[in-house]
């Protein structure tokens, strides 16, 4: 080899590499700006709904045909792979669960009280996953009305 001594240049190099002295080096310190926001279900910002099983909750959505409607489109994009429809019950998801979730559109429903039925998917309960922070309420008292009606 014509230059022995350029491996042992290469080892100081990268032993001495890393002496820097750490301290001085660029680092964010705790509280400094940019401050990332906290995410959106940390910290209650508009005010948090107050939901407690068994209390009596009010449907504001008038149960209109434009209600029902729109209660059904949000039902096949968020419960029907699990709960199914009318015609394919259970669907994807909810085949692969033992047992399946119920089938929500057999009628059975009627019989619960509207706020049972708005506390039941709003908070969850078992293997049944809570939507209080995936819909608005609005939207969830929509649904309400679709799950009660025959549509
Ligand atoms: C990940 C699958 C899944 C999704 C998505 C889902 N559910 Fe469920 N749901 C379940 C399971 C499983 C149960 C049965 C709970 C148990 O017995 O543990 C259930 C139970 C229920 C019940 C009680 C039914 C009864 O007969 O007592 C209601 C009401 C309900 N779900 C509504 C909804 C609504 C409304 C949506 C959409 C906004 C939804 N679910 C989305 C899995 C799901």
């Known amino acids: 080899m014509s230059k022995p001594w350029l491996p042992l240049l290469l080892g100081i190099f990268v032993m001495t590499a890393g002496c820097d002295d750490m301290h001085d080096q660029v680092a964010i310190q705790p509280q400094e700006a940019p ?16 939901l407690i099983f ?5 449907n504001p959505q008038a149960n209109s045909a434009e209600s029902r409607q729109r209660g059904a489109a949000l039902y096949t994009i968020n419960c029907a792979t699990c709960h199914g429809g009318k015609d394919n019950y259970p669907n994807q998801v909810g085949g692969h669960f033992n047992p399946p979730p119920p089938n929500l559109r057999d009628g059975h429903l009627a019989g619960y009280d509207e706020a049972t039925l708005y506390q039941m998917f709003s908070l969850g309960f078992g293997r049944m996953p809570a939507f209080q922070l995936r819909l608005s309420v609005e939207d969830r008292w929509h649904l309400v009305n679709y799950l009660r009606s025959d549509d």
């Open 35 to 50: 401050r990332l926001s906290a995410p959106a279900e940390a910290v209650p910002v508009t005010g948090k709904e107050r």
């Open 54 to 58: 068994g209390q009596q909750q009010n």
